[in-house]
């Protein structure tokens, strides 16, 4: 389990743990997004679009939370603390000889182009490997179409691994997805789990 963290702050952005308090503004920014994210995501009943789906899906997410098998960060722009503009979770995570997470990610159509989501994976990823959580692998899956997501992936030093068909229903079809990963970069390949 991680010791708790509420907020990493980036030179534009403020990534704010899970809370159930923001259910309204995490309804708010994935109802406007919902066109744009169809095509990456897979697809979400219509409750999730509410304030009301959005309390219950963030409560259940703090508990995943608490007992350490996932990590969410919820994006705000600096300026406008109060608009979730994105969101970047850490799921499965596994210790032990595993000791690896997978990576999910997605910004708000408005804001894309502006270098915002790499500036807050860069500040996940250091908190991945760092010593708070101490991931030894973090990975992540996107669509061979997802030319920019990909891209950002590679940036930022992902390594893709093969291509698992079918991975995902999405968009009304099971979708290939690329696999990537990255490796902690001071990890040595002899040393176990815990002995960091």
């Known amino acids: 389990m991680t010791s708790p963290l509420e907020v990493i702050e980036t030179p534009r952005l403020l990534l704010r743990a899970t809370d159930v308090a923001m259910a309204a503004s995490v309804a708010a920014y994935l109802l406007r997004n919902r066109a744009a994210h169809a095509p990456w995501n897979p697809p979400m009943d219509d409750r999730m679009f509410t304030a009301e789906g959005q309390a219950e899906r963030l409560d259940a997410a703090v508990r995943h939370e608490a007992d350490g098998s996932q990590i969410g960060w919820w994006m705000?722009?600096?300026?406008?603390?109060?608009?979730?503009?994105?969101?970047?979770?850490?799921?499965?995570?596994?210790?032990?000889?595993?000791?690896?997470?997978?990576?999910?990610?997605?910004?708000?159509?408005?804001?894309?182009?502006?270098?915002?989501?790499?500036?807050?994976?860069?500040?996940?990823?250091?908190?991945?490997?760092?010593?708070?959580?101490?991931?030894?692998?973090?990975?992540?899956?996107?669509?061979?179409?997802?030319?920019?997501s990909l891209g950002l992936l590679d940036r930022l030093g992902f390594e893709r691994e093969g291509l698992a068909r079918e991975y995902?229903?999405?968009?009304?079809?099971?979708?290939?997805?690329?696999?990537?990963a990255k490796r902690h970069p001071r990890w040595p390949a002899h040393q176990a789990p815990g002995q960091r």
């Open 76 to 148: 705000f722009l600096r300026h406008d603390s109060a608009a979730v503009m994105g969101h970047v979770r850490l799921s499965q995570v596994a210790r032990g000889p595993f000791c690896s997470a997978m990576l999910g990610y997605a910004i708000d159509a408005a804001h894309e182009g502006r270098g915002l989501m790499r500036e807050a994976l860069v500040a996940v990823l250091a908190d991945a490997f760092g010593a708070r959580v101490n991931l030894h692998r973090v990975q992540a899956n996107a669509r061979p179409e997802n030319v920019r």
């Open 168 to 180: 995902l229903f999405i968009d009304g079809a099971w979708r290939d997805h690329v696999m990537t």
